[in-house]
């Protein structure tokens, strides 16, 4: 059983630029949420989506926009990027149906802005 | 709104040692409470979760958890810690979307 897979692991942008992020959730789940971890803190946040809409969202500015396919893969885009934006993105699956409490964590994408 | 405390940011034992994390929680319902751990570089594990019932909850690699309501808490235990331990751990409150504490840094002498 395949868990939550997250692309890339690894990615370097200049201040500006503009990154896609990517996630597929853990069989049979229905719901992602993404949460953006910096450097010694918890992870914080940033958007849930089910049924292909974002259903909640966190303290975030509008760069940060996402997507869901019917797949239930989803996508991470953040837009004119800041020094700021470094940090761990995690991508979380779980099942809706069942509460959606518990969340299957990715092992994330490392971003740096330089 | 939903907050978790984790106040020690740092913890060493020695292995073979029991050890206890804290985690304190403001929630205004019945709390959903998680306990992920995470190593270096890598995503958030699961160790346990408490809904409801029993407040002494089990979880995966000797780990358990009990809840107190009276007290606002939610501790992490172990009766033994093993030097693969070492790791960071996360204390979690909510339903739907968690509101994850700072985290606590655990680091194990052989």
């Known amino acids: 059983d395949a868990g939550v897979t997250q692309s890339p692991t690894h990615l370097i942008k200049t201040r500006g630029q503009q990154v896609t992020l990517r996630c597929s959730p853990k069989?049979?789940?229905?719901?992602v949420s993404w949460y953006q971890q910096a450097l010694g803190q918890g992870p914080q946040f940033i958007f849930q989506y089910y049924e292909e809409e974002e259903r909640q969202r966190g303290n975030f500015p509008d760069r940060f926009s996402g997507h869901q396919f019917p797949n239930y893969s989803s996508e991470l885009n953040v837009n004119a990027l800041l020094l700021g934006d470094s940090a761990l993105y995690l991508c979380?699956?779980?099942?809706?149906?069942?509460?959606?409490?518990?969340?299957?964590f990715g092992p994330g994408t490392r971003l740096l802005v330089l | 709104a939903q907050s978790v405390t984790q106040p020690d940011i740092h913890i060493t034992v020695s292995e073979g040692a029991s050890l206890e994390l804290r985690c304190n929680y403001s929630y205004g319902a019945t709390p959903y409470l998680f306990w992920y751990v995470q190593s270096p570089g890598q995503g958030l594990q699961l160790l346990l979760k408490y809904f409801s019932g029993d407040t002494l909850v089990q979880g995966i690699k000797g780990f358990e958890a009990e809840f107190k309501r009276s007290q606002s808490s939610f501790n992490l235990r172990k009766p033994s810690v093993h030097w693969s331990d070492a790791a960071e751990y996360f204390c979690a409150v909510g339903s739907y979307i968690p509101t994850f504490g700072r985290g606590t840094s655990l680091i194990v002498h052989p």
């Open positions: 069989s049979g789940h229905d719901t």
């Open positions: 979380a699956s779980s099942l809706r149906i069942l509460g959606g409490e518990t969340q299957y």
